[in-house]
């Protein structure tokens, strides 16, 4: 099972899931599922791995 880290949205303040390993550190921009705000893992609100 792929490790998963929840990030929550600078933008909208909602939780969702990622992949730890293609997200996690990689300067690759998460893509909040409920606004479509694009940010990075260091810039979410809060990071729960
Ligand atoms: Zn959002």
């Known amino acids: ?3 998963a880290f929840w990030a929550q949205c600078p933008k909208c303040d909602e939780s969702f ?3 730890y390993d293609e ?3 990689s300067g690759i ?4 599922p409920t606004c479509g ?3 990075l893992d ?3 609100k809060s ?3």
């Open 1 to 3: 099972m792929p490790r």
């Open 17 to 19: 899931q990622a992949h």
């Open 23 to 25: 997200l996690r550190n």
């Open 29 to 32: 921009k998460l893509l909040c």
């Open 37 to 39: 705000h694009r940010f």
């Open 42 to 44: 260091s810039e979410a």
């Open 47 to 49: 990071i729960t791995e």
